[in-house]
C-alpha cells in the first residue's frame, strides 16, 4: 500500500507534489494507493487543487490498483460526499450532479462532449446569475479552454475542468487542467527552438496555432485572456514555466519542478460584466 499525503494548500506545494506522486505511481505493484489530507481546511481549496488532484488520480486508475481516499478527513469527506469523486472512478462517470449550486461539477473532458459541455456551461450560468448581464465572453472562454485541450493537448482523456463562484465577492473561477504533452511541446511541432516561458507566450498571441486540427483558427489562449476582468489574473502552467497575465501585463517565469500537462486558472469578477443590451425596435437608423 502506498499513502499519498497532502497537507498544504500552497499552490506551488500542491502541483510539485501531484508531479512528484505521478512519476512513483507507473506500475501496478502498489495494490493499493490511499489519498489522506492531513491539516488542510476545505474552504482553501480552489479549483486548481481539485482538477490536479482529478488528473492524479485518472493517471493512478489506469494501472490496476485499488484507490482510496480517507474519510477522516474533512478534505477526504467533502471530495467522497460533495464533489463525489467515486462516482468518476468507481462508477465510470463523466460528470456528475453536485447539489452545491455554486459549482458548476468536476467535468472530465472527452473530444465527443464538446457541445454538450458547452451547452451545460451555458445553462449553469443562465441558472446561477438570473441578471441582465452579458456573459456570452465567459461561455466562449470556457469552451475555448475545453477545445484546447481536445485539440493541443493530447492528453489521452486525461482532463478536468472545475468552476465554482464566489457568491459573497462575485468571483467565478475557472480550472483546466491535462497530463498531455503540454503547450511548450505543442508549440514547439511548429517553432523547434523555443523555451517553455516563450512557448507560452507565444501561446496567447491573438490567432496563433500549431495547426493540429483542420478547423483551428488559434489556440483559443487569447480569447480566455481577454475574458479575465481587470482586477484578475490568468495562470498557465506547463512543462517548465508559468505565465501570468493581469491587464496588458504578461510575465512568465521557470519552475522548480516540470509540469507534464497543462493548468489554466482564471477569475472572473462579475462586477464588472455590463448589462447586455437589447433592441427594443428593428429599425437600420440604430446603425446612424
Known amino acids: 500500500m502506498i499513502t499519498l499525503i497532502f497537507n498544504s494548500t500552497n499552490k506551488d506545494l500542491w502541483l510539485s507534489r501531484v508531479m512528484e506522486y505521478r512519476a512513483c505511481i507507473h506500475n501496478d505493484e502498489c495494490g493499493t494507493v490511499v489519498f489522506t489530507f492531513p491539516d488542510i481546511e476545505v474552504k482553501n481549496l480552489s479549483p486548481v487543487h481539485i482538477v490536479s488532484l ?16 480517507d474519510r477522516k478527513t474533512p478534505v477526504g469527506d467533502y471530495l467522497f460526499q460533495t464533489l463525489k469523486f467515486r462516482e468518476y472512478w468507481a462508477g465510470g462517470q463523466d460528470h456528475s450532479h453536485i447539489e452545491d449550486e455554486n459549482i458548476l461539477n468536476l467535468w472530465r473532458l472527452k473530444d465527443e462532449q464538446k457541445e454538450l459541455y458547452g451547452n451545460e456551461v451555458t445553462k449553469y450560468l443562465k441558472d446561477k446569475f438570473k441578471s441582465d ?13 475545453f477545445y484546447n485541450v481536445c485539440d493541443h493537448a493530447y492528453a489521452e482523456g486525461n482532463a478536468f475542468s472545475f468552476i465554482q463562484f464566489d457568491p459573497d465577492n462575485q468571483i ?21 527552438y523555443v523555451s517553455d516561458e516563450e512557448a507560452l507566450r507565444k501561446a496567447i498571441e491573438p490567432k496563433f496555432t500549431v495547426k493540429s ?14 475574458s479575465s476582468t481587470k482586477d484578475q489574473n490568468m495562470l498557465i502552467l506547463s512543462n517548465g514555466a508559468f505565465l501570468m497575465t493581469k491587464e496588458e501585463s504578461v510575465r512568465t517565469k521557470k519552475m522548480d ?24 425596435t428593428l429599425d437600420f437608423d440604430y446603425l446612424n
Open 54 to 69: 482529478a488528473c492524479l488520480i485518472e493517471h493512478i486508475s489506469r494501472f490496476d490498483v485499488e484507490i482510496k481516499v
Open 213 to 226: 486540427k483542420l478547423h483551428n483558427s488559434g489556440m483559443g489562449l487569447d480569447s480566455i485572456r481577454g
Open 133 to 145: 448581464k452579458d456573459l456570452s465572453s465567459i461561455k466562449v472562454s470556457i469552451t475555448e479552454a
Open 257 to 280: 519542478f516540470e509540469f507534464k500537462g497543462t493548468l489554466v486558472y482564471y477569475k472572473i469578477n462579475l462586477n464588472h460584466y455590463e448589462a447586455e443590451e437589447t433592441l427594443d
Open 172 to 192: 467565478l473561477q475557472i480550472a483546466v487542467c491535462d497530463f498531455g504533452i503540454g503547450i511548450g511541446n505543442s508549440v514547439r511541432t511548429v517553432l523547434p
